[in-house]
């Protein structure tokens, strides 16, 4: 049974940083693709940042040269940093685990298991 759990997550002024935190139940976690997605009232949940198997990565516009995704197979934990925070990165932030080995997509079809969230506010 595959669990994610998130943390990390805060109020923080504009400019400033956090770091979330994913584990991961251990199962095939080291083979699969991960996502971080966020969700804000009333909008659609969206995809931030996704890491495949072999450590290649992708961001959404919106994001690039500010957050960093990254994972420790070891521990089992996947990562996000996120800097130079913005009012608009306000959101509840899910990780994800993926279909495959490969992140195809960015969008919610392409990820099969869910963490229940954690809130980011930026003010």
């Known amino acids: 049974h595959v669990q994610l759990g998130e943390s990390g997550g805060g109020s923080v002024q504009a400019g400033g940083s956090l770091r979330l935190s994913c584990e991961v139940s251990?199962?095939?976690?080291?083979?699969?693709?991960m996502g971080w997605f966020r969700q804000a009232p009333g909008k659609e949940r969206e995809g931030v940042a996704a890491?495949?198997?072999?450590?290649?990565?992708s961001y959404a516009d919106s994001v690039k040269g500010r957050f960093t995704i990254s994972r420790d197979n070891d521990k089992n934990t996947l990562y996000l940093q996120m800097n130079s925070l913005k009012p608009e990165d306000t959101s509840m932030y899910y990780c994800?685990?993926?279909?495959?080995?490969?992140?195809?997509?960015?969008?919610?079809?392409?990820?099969?298991?869910w963490g229940q969230g954690t809130q980011v506010t930026v003010s």
């Open positions: 890491i495949d198997r072999d450590g290649r990565t």
């Open positions: 251990r199962y095939a976690y080291s083979s699969y693709c």
């Open positions: 994800a685990r993926g279909r495959g080995a490969y992140c195809d997509t960015l969008r919610r079809t392409g990820f099969l298991y």
